[in-house]
C-alpha cells in the first residue's frame, strides 16, 4: 500500500504535464488549442485581415487577444461559406495552433504514416485544422477552413481534386 502512493504521484507527475499543457479556446465555428500565450499572440499577429474582413471582426466584442482571434477565425469562416455558397448546419472545427512546419510535419507522420512538408493541413476524420504558425496567413488559415466547409456540406465527399479546387477558390477570394 505505501508503495503505491509514490507510484500514483508519479503517474500524475507524468500526465501533468500533457493535461495543461493545451488551453483551448472556444468560439462560434471554430474551437482553438494552443500550448502557450505566446503562440496565440503570434496567431493573432501573423493573422492579418483585410480592410472589409477586419472590420467586420471588430464588430464582435473584443476584450482579450483571444477574443479577438475567435472574432477573426469566425469571420473568416463566415466569408469562407459566403465565397463557396455553402453554409452547413453545426459547422464547428478544432484548429491546432503548433510552432513550427517541423511540428505540423510530426503530427502528419503520425496520423498517416508517411511524410509531407505541409505548413498546415485538415484532418478529415478529426475535423481538425493543424498550422504552422511560423507559416500562418490569412490565405492559408482560409483554404484549410474552405476543405471544413466542402467536407460539412456534402453527404458524399467529393473527389479529391474538386475538394483542393474549391480550397484554392476560398483562399483566392478570401479578401475580395
Ligand atoms: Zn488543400
Not at 64 to 69: G, K, L, P, S
Request: proline share 3%.
Amino acid at each position: 500500500m505505501s508503495r503505491l502512493v509514490p507510484l500514483i504521484t508519479l503517474c500524475c507527475l507524468l500526465l501533468l504535464p500533457f493535461a495543461t499543457r493545451a488551453t483551448e479556446i472556444k468560439g462560434r465555428y471554430v474551437t482553438i488549442v494552443y500550448g502557450d500565450n505566446e503562440l496565440l499572440d503570434d496567431f493573432n499577429d501573423e493573422l492579418e485581415l483585410g480592410r472589409k474582413l477586419d472590420g467586420l471582426a471588430r464588430k464582435r466584442p473584443i476584450v482579450t487577444v483571444a477574443d479577438e482571434v475567435l472574432a477573426k477565425v469566425d469571420t473568416v469562416v463566415e466569408k469562407a461559406e459566403t465565397i463557396l455558397e455553402m453554409f452547413p448546419d453545426q459547422l464547428h472545427i478544432r484548429v491546432v495552433l503548433l510552432a513550427a512546419q517541423e511540428d505540423v510535419a510530426r503530427v502528419f507522420q503520425e496520423k498517416y504514416s508517411r511524410s509531407a512538408d505541409h505548413i498546415a493541413f485538415y484532418s478529415l476524420s478529426e475535423d481538425t485544422i493543424y498550422l504552422s504558425i511560423d507559416d500562418v496567413n490569412l490565405e492559408v488559415l482560409a483554404h484549410e477552413i474552405g476543405h471544413a466547409i466542402v467536407d460539412h456540406y456534402f453527404d458524399v465527399r467529393p473527389p479529391y481534386n474538386i475538394h483542393e479546387l474549391m480550397a484554392q477558390f476560398v483562399e483566392k477570394r478570401i479578401n475580395d
